[in-house]
């Protein structure tokens, strides 16, 4: 009996330890899980209001859409609640750092979120994360914009939550605007920006989640600098399952010669901390913080641009060339919903062969080219030689205007002090474009397992880059032409070493395409049908031509 007792003891308490665990577990289980679903601070509650509009209720008017309109999921948006308890994604270092803050009354912030067809939840989410995670001193009033959407109440019914929710914020300025027809996230956000009185304007998506501390480390750099523009590092939020991930610090944004954004590597200097501020040639993405006076001194967004698309490339361009900066934040974090593709619809235009969306791309990009690019505009032209026919029903002498008046640079001092990586882009290249023989271009499949000659004028007729020094030809996925066994044509990866490489190398011999290590010529003897034979100058069934030739072959 006694042995039998002295051995139960032991195992009692180690029950009890692991029964209190489990409650303590519980209880923390149930604080986040209470959090993440419905309320709010108790400061911000007002439930005697007569008003009082609860957060299911205000979902619930969510209009009826198909599935995949809102391109996230939307049942899992609902349930995720007013707001959520975010993981801590930036450096250690910037929590602990104490942050050089000018005064409220000279740095206060107007923010200005304009949606379409947005969800009312996560329209909702980004709102109050912004509004309980900024510091009231700093927030001097929000300014949303419905642009158009088909929930018509959603405006008078967030006005109601707000009243109920955040009664408590009475010198927080609250303004709504609906544009009763779609004009666009560019006409919108300008629109924004001139009802603003705060001193710095950021621009916001409405499916955003705001993590804490995201605005001291813009404040603090935007203070040493009025003509700086930030931007938060923006974490990735999955359409899908909406987790929040830690975005990375290693990126920064850039555009190709075709005017299309890309992600750039960056490269850390040495004993560079990967949370300090960095400089980007554009935005990576479409939240931005700057002066609201400097911002229209810019003269806005382009307001020649349609919809969406570029206005964030040429504001940045404008930045540069006209005396600004700009810089990512990496101590300051946003998490942002990246969509697949484009949630809403552009409207219809006047090419059939385009999607309208590519249209209204295009149509922006073309803009830009002409209004800033200066000689360099032929690089894109080569590379969207459909952006001729658009047509542009105004000049741009208002924007010459705006370059005198501000005294811009012209473009070629953005390659050579901003983006070494587009300028070594246009030096590496001897030929760009479409590659043409007679009347049909080269062309790789989507799959890159094809090669044929179609149309010049498909929307999407492969792009080719020949690059100087290695004699490479590569398409916009980095496939590069070769000659494998038996002369046969083959499209593949683009070699890095020396073996692959001389299998890719050609040469111009005239307008004919000379490969390096057979010394044959690639040739279209049939209508349709590629093969290598030999040279034969003056062939026309040889000659094939870039849309643009950047230096003279011999
Ligand atoms: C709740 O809000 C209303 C106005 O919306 C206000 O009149 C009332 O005093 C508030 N309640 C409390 C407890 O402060
Ligand atoms: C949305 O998420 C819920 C919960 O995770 C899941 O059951 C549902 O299948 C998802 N819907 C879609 C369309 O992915
Ligand atoms: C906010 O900033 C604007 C512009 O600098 C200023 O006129 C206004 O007084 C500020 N508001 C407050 C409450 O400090
Ligand atoms: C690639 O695309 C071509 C034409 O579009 C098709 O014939 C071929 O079967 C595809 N190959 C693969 C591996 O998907
Ligand atoms: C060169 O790269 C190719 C693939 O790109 C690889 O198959 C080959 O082994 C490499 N050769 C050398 C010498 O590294």
Redesign the pocket.
Known sequence: MFSGRQFCRPRRRVFYIFVFFICNLLFVFLCISEWGYNDLPASEL??????HLDYREFISHTPERPRDLYQYNLSLSDSLGVVRKLPTTRHYRCITQPYNLPPPFESNLSVVISFHNEARSMLLRTIVSLLIRTPEDYLHELIILDDGSEDVTLLDDLKRWM??VF??RDHLGLILRRNPRRMGLIWSRNRGASLASGYYVLFLDSHCEVNEGWLEPLLERLALNPHLAVSPLLDPIDPTTLSYRKGSELLKGGFDWSLHFHWLKRQLANHEHPEMPYQSPVFAGGVLMMSREWFLKLGSFNSFLKIWGGESIELAIKLWLCGGQIEIVPCSRIGHIFRRRHAFDFPPQFDQELSSAQETYLHNSKIIAESWLDEYKNMFYALRPAARRIPLDHTYDEMQKLRRELQCHPFEWYLRHVSSELRMHFDELSATGTLRNEDRCLHATQNDTHLILANCYRGDITQWSMLGNSGQLANQREYCLGVGFRSQIILEPCGRNESTRKSQRWMRLGTQLLHAETHMCLDNPLKDRLEMSTCRSNAASQSFQFALEMERQT
């Open positions: 007002n439930k005697s209001s007569d008003h009243g109920s009664w408590a």
